[in-house]
Each structure stands twice: as structure tokens, then as C-alpha cells.
């Protein structure tokens, strides 16, 4: 009884936090933007909230930044366990999902779960990056991932050994580059504990400069050529669950910093 | 500068009881439900604002009820004004967008709304039906649309009147009956202040019993073949934006109070 009211008052805070450290920041003449009437908006942690709903909604689209005033929020959000949690209770409802379904166990059962921020995390990088308040960096981008220091996400970790262990055939796909990335990132996935994939596929030299939709569908549509039933598909941006052959059911992951087309 | 800090006193006061009258739902041992552990999901407005994150992203589908333990924490959200705030903020990028369009301008550019809870408010009802906590009520929702008392959204006819001014043709599409409702929601519309649009497309004998994303395909695909470019569409439901010929871009509004297939 205890834990739970101490559980609810560290909730209450958070909350409180979040609009309070929204003000910090709004508050800062310097630091607010100006285009967006944040008071017009509605303010704050309330404006933020909206943000970040438009984003996951798919209704906010090719943004390059966080808008400057979420700073604070977007961090608390990421850092406070908001993330975890929302993280957790999308990976419950996969978990629901998988356990409805027949596999047909003839070596077509298939799954795609995308690399960065699905499985694992370049939050160290963008804490960096103010949480994506700052553009995109790709030399940044490309120095970090080559140190193949990304952790695992704990919730797909434990979905990718759930799927292991029921018979699918795990395909990672992603978007990044095959040459200057490939070693980098087959290390990374192998010393965070993603073992016993069946492939892990890289944006090779033809798919250069494609967005992620048309590459990404254009592999989904090889491996459904091959014979492969995509039962699931996970990813933490809607260009990985888009377009063509994307599977039976996609589970968009959140991520409110960054954007890719 | 004193209406700057009421305003995020107010907002802080707001999170702050979006958390306790979720604590307050929770801890009434008649309403706890059995299966859901609310403490392992994280407890009260964390777990209801994962749960309608999860909603609004498409991730949990054909959802029956509103959690029993979010019912005040949905109560907050629709009538505190963060519905409102959200609304308003996916209505103006619908704005930025309409901006850049180019019209043709030939009679052919088009502009899809679903109806219920996009044009026009079910919140009234629906307080009655303990915010979707109640299950779905097929004649009860039939009385009370018969009564034609719906209220607009102010945010969608703010927008129903700009798309009518760049000189959109407006198409209203709805999953109503269109024997039984047909003359209620015509007149609803209109005195609500729904004038000028193309067309009010009802659902006919011919689709009864079909879902949604079937039934508004067929009617979006005849559109088409019409010769009409569909340039945006808006519902509160996924099912209003998904199938086949959605649009060039389409928006989801929210709306956590129930789920149509």
C-alpha cells in the first residue's frame, strides 16, 4: 500500500515536473522560438504533449527538429520512465499478438523488427544531441554507431528471444549503410545479446539515397518472394511499417526525436 | 506576464490531477478491473497515457472498452482541454498543409471528412457511456444521434470553412445508417453550421455489416473514378484512413473513447 501511494506520487511529480521544467524553458527569452506561440498553443508541457501525439499519430510529418521549447519535456520524457513504460506496454500488446498465432512451422514464419531505436538504443547519442533539438548530424551519427556501443531495449531484447523461442524467423532490417556500417552494427547487435536472428539486412550500394519506405518495402517484398509470411513488423518510425508488404499487423514504437522520410 | 504563470499554474494543476484522480479511480477496490495490474504497468495516468499513446498510434486495435482504471484520466483529457489543445494543434499543420496545395481548380480537388467526433461531437453522449468505459450501445447511440443535438468541433469547422473558401468540394463520408439517420444527420450538420459541402455520403443498404475501412475504400474508390483527387482526409478513427485511396495525405484526430473497425 505504501509503494503503491509512493508510486503515485512519484507519478504525481513527474507530472508536475514536466509542465514545471517546460517553463523553465519557455521562460528563457533566449530560448524561445519565434515562430510558435507556445501561449496560443496552449503552453508548455500541455503544447508538448500535443507534439509528441502528432508525431506517433503520423500526423506531424518530415520534422527536422524537436521544437526547441520541448526540450525539457522531450528529456523527462525519455529519461523518467515514460518512455520505458510506453515502450513496455506496446511490447505487452505484441506479446498478446504472438501468443494468438498458429505459426504454420514450415520454416515461413517470419518477423521484422527494425535496428535503431527498436532494438538498440542511441539515446546516449542523442542526449548529446539536446534530444533532437539539433538537426541531424551523420558524421556524428556514423562516429557513434562505428563504436558499436548502442544498449539493447530491454522490452525488444526480451521480444526478440520470445520470438526466437516460438519458431520465427527474425529478419533486422535497416537503414543503415551497409559498407561504412555493417561490421559496426552485426558487433553491436551480438554484444547487446540479439543472437540467432536470421538475417540482418543493410542498405546496400542499389538502395543509396532511397527513402526508407521504398527500401524497406522493396525488402519486404524479396522476402515475401522467397516464400516468407511476415507476421509482425516493428519499428520506431512509420517509414519502417509503410508501404508494401508490411506484414499482418505493424507496432509502431515511440520516438519523439528524430524523423525518418 | 501574470497570465503567462496562471497559465502553467493551471496546466501543472491539470497533470497533477490527471494523476491523482487516476489514483483516486484505482484505489477504489470495486473499480479495480482483475487483469490489468495496473502497479506492474506503471500505475494510474502513466499506464492511461501509455494506453491512449498505443490507441492514437494504432497499436492496440479492435479494443472494446476504455480500461476501467482510465476513466478519469479520459474524463481529464476530453473535458480539461487537452483534447481541445490536441485538436487544435493537428488542425493547424492540416492548415500548413492545405497552404501549400496548389489547387487544379477544375472541380475535381477534393477533400474527405468522416463525421462523428471529427465534424461533430459525440462527448455529451459518450459522458453518459462513462467515457467508453460502458460498452458500445447500438441503440442507445441511435436515439441520441436521432436527436440531431450533436455539436460541432469548433477546430473542424474552422477548417470545413477554410477548405470551402480555397475552393475545396467537401465530401462528408460516415459509417451512419443511412435510412434510419440519414435525415438527423443531415440536419444536424446543418445547424451545427455544415453548409456548402459537396456531398453527404451515408452508408446504404449495400454496406451494411461491412467494416469501415472496406466501406469507405469502395466510397473513396468511386470518388476516384469520378475523377475527383482526393487531396486530404480527416477522421478520428484509423478506419477512416486506411484501406485503399486515402488521399495524398490523411490525419487522425484523436479520439480515446471508443474504436470502430
Redesign the interface.
Known amino acids: 500500500m505504501i509503494s503503491?501511494t509512493m508510486?503515485?506520487l512519484k507519478?504525481?511529480i513527474?507530472?508536475?515536473f514536466?509542465?514545471?521544467c517546460?517553463?523553465a524553458v519557455?521562460s528563457n527569452p533566449y530560448r524561445r522560438p519565434p515562430i510558435i506561440d507556445t501561449?496560443a498553443?496552449?503552453?508548455?508541457?500541455?503544447?508538448c504533449?500535443?507534439?509528441r501525439?502528432?508525431v506517433?499519430?503520423?500526423?506531424?510529418r518530415a520534422w527536422r527538429t524537436v521544437p526547441t521549447q520541448c526540450l525539457r519535456y522531450i528529456e523527462c520524457y525519455m529519461t523518467w520512465?515514460?518512455y520505458e513504460?510506453?515502450l513496455?506496454?506496446?511490447v505487452?500488446?505484441i506479446n498478446d499478438y504472438i501468443d494468438e498465432i498458429i505459426l504454420k512451422s514450415d520454416d515461413s514464419d517470419a518477423w521484422i523488427l527494425d535496428v535503431d531505436d527498436t532494438c538498440i538504443s542511441n539515446l546516449l547519442y542523442y542526449k548529446r544531441k539536446r534530444f533532437g533539438c539539433d538537426p541531424f548530424d551523420p558524421m556524428g551519427f556514423k562516429t557513434w554507431a562505428s563504436k558499436a556501443e548502442c544498449s539493447a531495449v530491454p522490452a525488444v531484447l526480451k521480444l526478440f528471444n520470445k520470438l526466437r523461442a516460438k519458431g520465427f524467423k527474425i529478419f533486422l532490417v535497416t537503414g543503415r549503410d551497409e559498407i561504412t556500417l555493417g561490421q559496426a552494427t552485426l558487433y553491436n547487435l551480438h554484444n547487446q545479446g540479439f543472437i540467432g536472428y536470421e538475417r540482418l539486412i543493410l542498405r546496400s550500394e542499389a538502395y543509396r539515397g532511397k527513402s526508407a519506405i521504398i527500401y524497406k518495402s522493396e525488402i519486404r517484398k524479396q522476402l515475401a518472394e522467397e516464400g516468407y509470411k511476415i507476421w509482425g513488423n516493428v519499428g520506431d518510425q512509420w517509414s519502417d511499417i509503410q508501404g508494401e508488404y508490411v506484414g499482418e499487423r505493424?507496432?509502431?514504437l515511440?520516438n519523439p526525436m528524430y524523423f525518418v522520410p
Not at 498553443?41 to 503544447?47: H, N, P
Not at 506517433?56 to 506531424?60: D, L, Q, R, S, T
Open positions: 503503491s508510486q503515485r507519478e504525481a513527474v507530472l508536475l514536466l509542465a514545471i517546460s517553463k519557455n501561449e498553443a496552449g503552453g508548455g508541457a500541455a503544447y504533449l500535443s507534439w501525439l502528432a506517433e499519430a503520423n500526423n506531424i520512465g515514460q513504460r510506453d513496455n506496454f506496446i505487452d500488446n505493424t507496432f509502431k515511440p
